[in-house]
Every structure is written in structure tokens, then in C-alpha cells.
């Protein structure tokens, strides 16, 4: 079970910091993802991270966004700095086993999901 935290209300050019919990399973021995849906738009790839620590982002969240696990927590996080109105969105954190696959950008792909965390960017 993954539980996602941490969203909230900022102004533009804030940061927010959304966790990622996993219970149940050992998140190191998995790959994960965040993804992010506004109203009335489909879900989209934000960032990704291999259980090695590789990480990928989408282009309208590089330098902008940081992906990152700590093991000993259980935890995937996704830190967001300058964030801009355009980022509000729901953001799920997902898993795949036993790591990323070549189509990390799909949600398809994953085989867990959170429950979404609502992030809200104020102009």
C-alpha cells in the first residue's frame, strides 16, 4: 500500500515537499514514479526514480523538481521548488516491480498507486 502526503496550498515561486509511504512492502526493491492530474486533463508523468536512484523528470518540471527515496524510511519524495499555478494538480505516487521499465512515462506501467495528494499554486 502506498500512501501519499504532504500537498497543500503555496503561492507561486513556493516549494512543497509530497511523501510517499509504502507499507507492507520494501519500497528499495521497487522503481517509482509521481504523476499529476489537473481538472479536466489526463493524468501525466512528473518524475521517476530507478531503485538505484536514477532519476527522470518531465520537461516542464526539470530544475524545477526533485525526486528522491530514503530507504531506511520507506519513503519516495518528490520536492517541488518554484512552483507556478500550472502545477496545481492531484499527484499520485506509484511503484513498479521489481524496477522502471523503458515506458516509465506511462502510467500503464506501474503496479501500485497512492491515493493522490491535492497540490494548489496560488498566482
Known amino acids: 500500500q502506498l500512501q501519499a502526503s504532504g500537498g497543500g496550498l503555496v503561492q507561486a515561486g513556493g516549494s512543497l515537499r509530497v511523501s510517499c509511504a509504502a507499507s507492507?512492502?520494501?519500497?528499495?526493491?521497487?522503481?517509482a514514479g509521481w504523476f499529476r492530474q489537473a481538472p479536466g486533463k489526463e493524468r501525466e508523468f512528473v518524475a521517476a526514480?530507478?531503485?538505484?536512484?536514477?532519476?527522470y523528470y518531465a520537461d516542464s518540471v526539470k530544475g524545477r523538481f526533485t525526486i528522491h527515496r530514503d530507504n531506511a524510511k520507506n519513503t519516495v519524495y518528490l520536492q517541488m521548488n518554484s512552483l507556478k499555478p500550472e502545477d496545481t494538480a492531484v499527484y499520485y505516487c506509484?511503484?513498479?516491480?521489481?524496477?522502471?521499465?523503458?515506458?516509465?512515462?506511462?502510467?500503464?506501467?506501474?503496479?501500485?498507486w497512492g491515493q493522490g495528494t491535492q497540490v494548489t499554486v496560488s498566482s
Open positions: 506509484a511503484a513498479k516491480d521489481p524496477n522502471l521499465s523503458s515506458r516509465y512515462v506511462s502510467e500503464t506501467s506501474y503496479d501500485y
Open positions: 526514480i530507478t531503485r538505484s536512484g536514477s532519476t
Open positions: 507492507g512492502r520494501t519500497f528499495s526493491s521497487y522503481g
